[in-house]
């Protein structure tokens, strides 16, 4: 299976196998790589991301959208696409094949014991005040 590497802290930027650049070429399809990147590995209800991401448009038309979607992004992607596993009623990108600059800044915020402890003089101005 092909890396995908993607920066999602600074600017957007999605890097397959060794390092290729890839480019995503619409914001939608950014926007639902990021989003499946943040979910790697377990599968996300189409009718989710349609609603996610088409929120303003008729059912039918947000479900075309993300059909037209996928494919661009399996376009971008090249033999990398093959980490996307796109059934019928989900989507799902290999937790294998996805590594991400927000996953440790999401894990940090998901568990505050993941911050650093503050420094002594800090903690005592904070008890102090």
Same mark, same amino acid.
């Given at each position: ?7 999602? %802290?600074?600017?957007?930027?999605? @890097? ?6 890839? /480019?995503?070429?619409? /914001? ?17 209800? /189409? ?5 996610? %991401? #088409? ?6 038309? @947000?479900?075309?959208? %993300?059909?037209?979607? %996928? ?17 019928? +009623? ?9 590594? *991400? *600059? =927000? *996953? =440790?800044? +999401? ?5 505050? =014991?993941? #911050? ?11 008890? +102090?005040?």
């Amino acid at each position: 299976m092909v890396p995908i590497a993607l920066k999602l %802290l600074g600017g957007f930027e999605v @890097a397959v196998g060794a390092g290729a650049p890839a /480019r995503i070429p619409t /914001r939608k399809a950014q926007a639902l790589l990021a989003y499946l990147a943040m979910t790697a590995g377990r599968p996300v209800a /189409r009718d989710a991301i349609a609603a996610l %991401l #088409w929120s303003g448009a008729a059912e039918s038309a @947000a479900r075309n959208n %993300l059909r037209q979607t %996928l494919f661009v992004l399996r376009k971008s992607l090249g033999p990398a696409a093959a980490s996307l596993d796109v059934a019928q +009623t989900t989507v799902r990108l290999s937790a294998r094949a996805s590594t *991400s *600059s =927000s *996953s =440790s800044a +999401t894990s940090a915020m998901a568990s505050p =014991s993941g #911050w650093p402890a503050p420094s002594p003089a800090i903690a005592a101005r904070s008890s +102090t005040a």
